[in-house]
């Protein structure tokens, strides 16, 4: 089976992650993850969530993946304990102390090997082979070739690679820029993506001058990556021996989950049943927000190297999400996310490829009371939208930006 893993830094976006095809989620607790910056979840919330997802038929990873200190070992054995008896399915690590914490304690959860373990040969994927880990979460920095050769010398051990998602500047995410310039640790997970921010560089001996480097009015981005997009080229890695194709975005928004998981759901369907991946799937990754895109070091380092500020904020907003279809009114009832009107025009995002990408003009809307109202504009207000689409929960409702 090839495993689509999902980024879930909430329950809100482990249920969407779930509704539009991840046949896996990771998700960080409250510590020992390296996404603070996300709600996360805590003991009982880690408990629902492992429940859902197995209800559902998903599996539920727990990333334990910061770069241990002493005193990050004080509570691990309790909280292994725990992750075990609620049936995590995995526990993501890249420490060799935590490691051997994970092999003393865990008998019926397996131990991946996290991106953060910098594995980037097949001599260190068979020594942790060896010391029991189940699956390896490549280097983004491998190419497609190294990964074959890998799979053809350790054949035992699974093999799991990002995908989609924002790069790093350093290696496989081990950095100190964060905390030098601000204390803050991105190998504790308190990254503030300090390669993300504006800088300018001057020449101290010529009176502070500024040098341009590919400069626009803004900054120079030198330090700031563009995105990874494997959606076409899914089928190299899979004959390559990749098991799990993995989605980075813990930090994004449930939007953005929704859009990703929906194209490389399909794209990976298409492949099995020896299609190419469609091209109005590789048009879907334009609508949220994302940087240009790269395949990063998987074809040569060439493209890998690019690196610009063309953040965009993608080219169509989420509006609302789907809470159920009233068959009796004849429409459905969202949740509103951002503004909109009688005389707007929504597209479906949707699992259902009967209703992906068709079109709602919003001629009828009512709230709870049955009252009719053309402006949409309370946050998470319930609303009833007319509609010939019986759409399900959580599918989502968008509008296209208009650029002025």
Same mark, same amino acid.
């Given at each position: 089976?090839?495993?689509?893993?999902?980024?879930?830094?909430?329950?809100?976006?482990?249920?969407?992650?779930?509704?539009?095809?991840?046949?896996?989620?990771?998700?960080?607790?409250?510590?020992?993850?390296?996404? +603070?910056? #996300?709600?996360? =979840?805590?003991? *009982?919330?880690?408990?629902?969530? %492992?429940?859902?997802?197995?209800?559902?038929? @998903?599996?539920?990873?727990?990333?334990?993946?910061?770069?241990?200190?002493?005193?990050?070992?004080?509570?691990?054995?309790?909280?292994?304990?725990?992750?075990?008896?609620?049936?995590?399915?995995?526990?993501?690590?890249?420490?060799?102390?935590?490691?051997?914490?994970?092999?003393?304690?865990?008998?019926?959860?397996?131990?991946?090997l996290s991106t953060q373990a910098n594995t980037t040969n +097949?001599? #260190?994927?068979? =020594?942790?082979? *060896?010391?029991?880990?189940?699956? %390896?979460?490549?280097?983004?920095?491998?190419? @497609?070739?190294?990964?074959?050769?890998?799979?053809?010398?350790?054949?035992?051990?699974?093999?799991?690679a990002f995908v989609h998602g924002a790069m790093c500047v350093?290696?496989?995410?081990?950095?100190?820029?964060?905390?030098?310039?601000?204390?803050?640790?991105?190998?504790?997970?308190?990254?503030?993506?300090?390669?993300?921010?504006?800088?300018?560089?001057?020449?101290?001996?010529?009176?502070?001058?500024?040098?341009?480097?590919?400069? *626009?009015?803004?900054?120079?981005?030198?330090?700031?990556?563009?995105?990874?997009?494997?959606?076409?080229?899914?089928?190299?890695?899979?004959?390559?021996?990749?098991?799990?194709?993995?989605?980075?975005?813990?930090?994004?928004?449930?939007?953005?989950?929704?859009?990703?998981?929906?194209?490389?759901?399909?794209?990976?369907?298409?492949?099995?049943?020896?299609?190419?991946?469609?091209?109005?799937?590789?048009?879907?990754?334009?609508?949220?927000?994302?940087?240009?895109?790269?395949?990063?070091?998987?074809?040569?380092?060439?493209?890998?190297?690019?690196?610009?500020?063309?953040?965009?904020?993608?080219?169509?907003?989420?509006?609302?999400?789907?809470?159920?279809?009233?068959?009796?009114?004849?429409?459905?009832?969202?949740?509103?996310?951002?503004?909109?009107?009688?005389?707007?025009?929504?597209?479906?995002?949707?699992?259902?490829?009967?209703?992906?990408?068709?079109?709602?003009?919003?001629?009828?809307?009512?709230?709870?009371?049955?009252?009719?109202?053309?402006?949409?504009?309370?946050?998470?207000?319930?609303?009833?939208?007319?509609?010939?689409?019986?759409?399900?929960?959580?599918?989502?409702?968008?509008?296209k930006v208009v650029k002025c």
């Amino acid at each position: 089976m090839i495993e689509l893993l999902a980024p879930a830094g909430d329950f809100n976006k482990l249920k969407t992650a779930i509704h539009f095809g991840a046949n896996a989620v990771y998700v960080g607790g409250s510590n020992y993850g390296l996404r +603070k910056g #996300a709600k996360n =979840f805590n003991n *009982d919330g880690l408990s629902q969530a %492992v429940e859902y997802c197995h209800s559902k038929g @998903v599996k539920l990873y727990v990333t334990c993946n910061i770069v241990a200190h002493n005193n990050d070992f004080d509570g691990l054995a309790e909280y292994l304990e725990f992750l075990e008896s609620i049936g995590v399915d995995a526990v993501i690590v890249s420490d060799a102390g935590i490691v051997g914490f994970c092999k003393a304690i865990l008998k019926n959860t397996e131990i991946h090997l996290s991106t953060q373990a910098n594995t980037t040969n +097949k001599y #260190a994927i068979k =020594f942790w082979a *060896d010391m029991g880990i189940k699956r %390896v979460v490549l280097a983004r920095e491998l190419s @497609v070739a190294e990964i074959k050769e890998i799979k053809d010398f350790v054949p035992s051990v699974e093999l799991e690679a990002f995908v989609h998602g924002a790069m790093c500047v350093s290696h496989s995410g081990r950095c100190l820029l964060s905390n030098f310039l601000t204390r803050r640790d991105g190998n504790h997970g308190d990254c503030v993506q300090a390669c993300r921010w504006e800088y300018t560089i001057h020449e101290v001996k010529n009176d502070n001058k500024k040098l341009i480097l590919s400069e *626009d009015e803004r900054g120079s981005y030198i330090l700031n990556s563009k995105d990874l997009n494997m959606l076409a080229n899914l089928k190299d890695l899979l004959d390559a021996g990749v098991c799990s194709f993995k989605i980075e975005g813990r930090m994004k928004s449930q939007y953005y989950v929704g859009t990703v998981v929906n194209a490389y759901r399909k794209g990976i369907d298409s492949i099995l049943n020896g299609e190419n991946v469609p091209q109005y799937l590789l048009a879907e990754l334009a609508k949220t927000a994302h940087r240009d895109y790269t395949t990063g070091f998987y074809y040569g380092e060439s493209d890998s190297i690019s690196y610009d500020n063309n953040q965009t904020a993608g080219e169509y907003e989420f509006m609302a999400e789907v809470i159920e279809y009233d068959s009796t009114k004849g429409g459905i009832w969202v949740e509103q996310r951002n503004r909109f009107g009688m005389g707007d025009t929504l597209e479906i995002l949707s699992n259902d490829e009967r209703f992906l990408n068709k079109n709602i003009k919003i001629d009828v809307m009512e709230n709870t009371d049955g009252e009719v109202f053309e402006d949409a504009k309370l946050v998470q207000q319930k609303l009833f939208i007319k509609t010939e689409y019986p759409l399900t929960k959580h599918d989502i409702l968008r509008k296209k930006v208009v650029k002025c």
